[in-house]
């Protein structure tokens, strides 16, 4: 009885884990999937909105092109080092033509005279453009250019150097002959601003202050063509400023001297 009951236990025991096996393997089966949908009863695809990008920025020429400058400041020996800076760095930049846009009343005639012979000792041609009332030591540097325009509306004023100091007895001859140096420069520039053509008469400024229209200045020669042409050719880089304070000088004014 013992024995036989001990045999009952142990089969049953040995049974378990058949039957385990087989329920979990039952569990494993894989659940067929639902019948997909007829085409006619899926929904619509919506479309996917694109992604905004900006504007393509405007690609900028460094290869050949006009260096174009804008001067609108007195002449100082702070703005015609800018200018003088940036123009040459434009030509080692492959810049092969400069121009200029002046606004200015002028400023110390030394500063104008070297901006004047950096210009004229560039190796590519110089433009420049009156594109206001200009005066004194501006109409220099409008002079230094190879080619030049004028807008209407625009002008030159001319005038003697101003702002002589007190002059000590020791000091008057060597003041007196380096205003007449400075003098000689303006006015050469001025005869070789024009064409020796017209009424040269509105250049002379010696007794008393004078101003030349952009109608005068064609007839003197002292523009060589139209707005116009500005328009053609290509552009090197991007634009440049010289810009600066326009202060007035007062009487009592000290060297050195200015236009």
Same mark, same amino acid.
């Given at each position: 009885?013992?024995?036989? =009951?001990?045999?009952?236990?142990?089969?049953?025991?040995?049974?378990?884990?058949?039957?385990?096996?087989?329920?979990?393997?039952?569990?494993?089966?894989?659940?067929?999937?639902?019948?997909?949908?007829?085409?006619?009863?899926?929904?619509?695809?919506?479309?996917?909105?694109?992604?905004?990008? !900006? !504007?393509a920025r405007p690609s900028i020429n460094y290869d050949g092109g006009t260096a174009i400058v804008n001067f609108?400041?007195?002449?100082?020996?702070?703005?015609?080092?800018?200018?003088?800076?940036?123009? &040459?760095?434009?030509?080692? =930049?492959?810049?092969?033509?400069?121009?200029?846009?002046?606004?200015?009343?002028?400023?110390?005639?030394?500063?104008?005279?070297?901006?004047?012979?950096?210009? &004229?000792?560039?190796?590519?041609?110089?433009?420049?453009?009156?594109?206001?009332?200009?005066? =004194?030591?501006?109409?220099?540097?409008?002079?230094?250019?190879?080619?030049?325009?004028?807008?209407?509306?625009?002008?030159?004023?001319?005038? &003697?150097?101003?702002?002589?100091? &007190?002059?000590?007895?020791?000091?008057?001859?060597?003041?007196?002959?380096? %205003?007449?140096?400075?003098?000689?420069? %303006?006015?050469?520039?001025?005869?070789?601003?024009?064409?020796?053509?017209?009424?040269?008469?509105?250049?002379?400024?010696?007794?008393?202050?004078?101003?030349?229209?952009?109608?005068?200045?064609?007839?003197?020669?002292?523009?060589?063509?139209?707005? =116009?042409?500005?328009?053609?050719?290509?552009?090197?880089?991007?634009?440049?400023?010289?810009?600066?304070?326009?202060?007035?000088?007062?009487?009592?004014?000290?060297?050195?001297?200015?236009?």
């Open positions: 009885m013992t024995s036989r =009951s001990s045999r009952t236990a142990l089969l049953a025991l040995a049974l378990v884990p058949l039957i385990a096996t087989g329920a979990l393997a039952d569990e494993a089966k894989p659940v067929a999937a639902p019948a997909a949908a007829d085409a006619s009863e899926r929904a619509p695809a919506m479309p996917m909105p694109m992604p905004a990008f !900006p !504007p609108v400041a007195r002449f100082s020996d702070k703005t015609v080092a800018d200018l003088a800076l940036n123009v &040459q760095n434009a030509v080692i =930049s492959g810049a092969d033509r400069i121009r200029i846009n002046i606004s200015s009343r002028g400023g110390s005639v030394h500063a104008m005279h070297f901006a004047v012979n950096v210009l &004229q000792n560039l190796p590519v041609p110089v433009e420049t453009v009156a594109m206001s009332q200009l005066a =004194s030591a501006a109409v220099g540097l409008f002079c230094a250019g190879e080619k030049r325009y004028m807008p209407s509306g625009s002008g030159l004023y001319l005038h &003697q150097q101003r702002g002589y100091h &007190q002059i000590e007895d020791k000091t008057a001859a060597a003041i007196a002959r380096e %205003y007449e140096m400075s003098d000689k420069f %303006y006015n050469e520039l001025l005869r070789n601003c024009t064409n020796g053509e017209g009424d040269l008469s509105v250049l002379d400024y010696s007794s008393r202050d004078t101003v030349i229209d952009a109608e005068q200045a064609v007839a003197l020669g002292m523009v060589t063509g139209p707005m =116009s042409e500005l328009n053609t050719g290509k552009t090197w880089g991007m634009a440049m400023n010289i810009v600066a304070a326009d202060k007035t000088p007062g009487m009592g004014m000290v060297y050195p001297a200015y236009r």
